[in-house]
């Protein structure tokens, strides 16, 4: 990192927004969303990294969220643009880590006795595995994938055949921000000739076992969360409500999970490959920072780049529209009768084509969601045309986590709010000064059930930031408006020590 850097003051420009000049005074400067209390906490690493992208060459915005804190090369929580780069770090390694919803149709008492809760924990862990490495021969009921169908995953997403060879209602597909992602050209034949190249020359090495992954949590923050839907008292939420398919009062489940160790191999080579070039040809690196590795548009780096993200992006797509049909059947199988059905997938760790300034750009978002506002013409034949699109944001158990729909002025932030909560503590801080039985006794209190013999100090809720004034500062930014609230009821998490909090 670059040793001479200055920890620059955040000019206040309202109630929640602010800026930082770019490096140099040179071009436009960092938006930053967040409360005083909010930007006051920014620690500087999370503001020298944000000054290292925003100088980084071809970018034109970098917008600091308020969860956002330092990450690798960007910080985790910022959104990247730029019409002629693109750029690993704010992506990362865990490409389309996501957020999706389920409702049921279940009233919330149905879960309310500890043994049925206790019972539904069982059916799910069965046919998901949680953990790194862990896949489909860990859990007696998990759907098996092979080879050959898993190299359709990777290339055409959540496709109709796809979801119908796995059991997924491929109706859900109308409620993902993308069901699928296509290669550098637009062409879906660009991923097939990328995957099998990689394949052929031994640099997926595994491909199988990794495909074998599908429909599963990772560790570190990744997460199943039953919970019991509050919609927010107002008309304009109970409209939003309607059309995402919420239900007052009954039971949804959320999850947060990416491409796990598939799109890691992707994405690791591509950082490994990209460095060795900028270190081959003496190119200078942003803030001398090798996580901020970069590729021209059009060069044969930048079109690998894209076809390998795209490859990860659709097997995390896939991966979360199977995690919710098995858990859907694990309702099923414990509650008999009970129906479900996909509210919305959307993802925060993925680079898209999207117009930015009327122009064409690459808008990379590392911890931070889409958040169109209704209207947008990118929703355009989509349902959520009139109402703008649900934005899913997991706090932690035990302050709830939040639906939420865009407002007009989320163009200041390049259509974007953050991804959750954000960390406050770094994981061997929380694992270092949190108690482990205060930790697991906040759960009993709040008669929140776990998987997990101890929960994993470094995901307590106390390693995070303060979840209400993360929203506040989105309300006040004027980016975007409440839904529901979700309040857990159990949680799915991966407990093994032995991953020292990795995803």
């Not at 001479?4 to 003051?9: C, G, K, R, S």
């Amino acid at each position: 990192m670059n040793t001479e850097f200055t920890m620059p003051v955040i000019q206040p420009t309202g109630e929640a927004t602010g800026f930082i000049p770019a490096p140099g005074n040179h071009g436009k400067p960092i938006t930053v969303i967040g409360t005083a209390a909010i930007r006051d906490a920014f620690d500087a690493k999370c503001i020298e990294q944000a000054s290292n992208s925003r100088g980084a060459p071809g970018v034109t915005d970098l917008v600091l969220n308020p969860d956002a804190h330092a990450g690798y090369g960007a910080p985790v929580g910022c959104v990247l643009v730029s019409p002629t780069h693109v750029y690993p770090g704010p992506v990362g390694v865990d490409i389309k880590c996501s957020m999706s919803l389920l409702q049921l149709d279940l009233p919330v008492d149905a879960v309310a006795d500890k043994t049925v809760r206790r019972a539904l924990i069982n059916a799910i862990v069965e046919r998901t595995p949680t953990g790194a490495g862990k896949g489909q021969r860990n859990v007696k009921k998990s759907r098996k994938v092979n080879g050959e169908l898993g190299r359709r995953v990777a290339i055409e997403g959540a496709s109709e055949g796809v979801c119908r060879e796995l059991g997924i209602p491929p109706e859900w597909a109308q409620h993902c921000e993308d069901a699928f992602h296509l290669g550098h050209s637009n062409q879906q034949d660009d991923l097939a000739g990328r995957l099998d190249l990689l394949i052929s020359t031994g640099k997926f090495p595994r491909f199988e076992d990794k495909i074998r992954q599908l429909g599963s949590y990772g560790g570190g923050n990744h997460f199943g969360e039953c919970e019991a839907v509050q919609i927010a008292d107002n008309d304009r939420a109970r409209r939003a409500a309607e059309v995402f398919g919420l239900r007052d009062g009954c039971v949804a489940f959320l999850s947060h999970c990416g491409s796990r160790g598939f799109g890691y191999q992707l994405a690791n080579d591509q950082f490994r490959t990209l460095q060795n070039k900028f270190a081959a040809w003496s190119i200078p690196l942003p803030g001398e920072d090798r996580e901020l590795v970069y590729a021209p548009l059009g060069t044969q780096e930048a079109d690998d780049y894209i076809d390998d993200m795209s490859l990860g992006a659709n097997f995390a797509t896939v991966n979360h529209m199977l995690i919710n049909a098995l858990v859907l059947e694990a309702f099923q199988e414990i509650i008999p009768g009970a129906r479900g059905s996909l509210v919305y997938f959307i993802s925060h760790n993925i680079a898209r084509r999207e117009i930015v300034a009327n122009q064409e750009c690459w808008v990379h978002r590392k911890g931070a969601t889409r958040a169109f506002p209704a209207n947008h013409f990118s929703l355009k034949d989509t349902p959520f045309y009139e109402t703008g699109h649900p934005i899913l944001l997991p706090g932690n158990p035990t302050a709830g986590s939040c639906v939420m729909v865009a407002d007009p002025g989320a163009d200041k932030s390049c259509y974007s709010v953050n991804h959750g909560a954000g960390r406050a503590k770094g994981r061997k801080a929380a694992i270092r000064e949190l108690d482990q039985k205060t930790v697991d006794a906040e759960f009993v209190a709040h008669d929140i059930l776990t998987n997990c013999r101890t929960y994993p100090k470094d995901e307590a809720p106390a390693a995070y930031k303060d979840f209400n004034e993360v929203l506040n500062s989105v309300r006040l930014a004027g980016l975007a408006s409440e839904v529901a609230r979700l309040r857990a009821r159990f949680v799915i998490k991966d407990s093994d020590d032995s991953l020292k909090g990795a995803a």
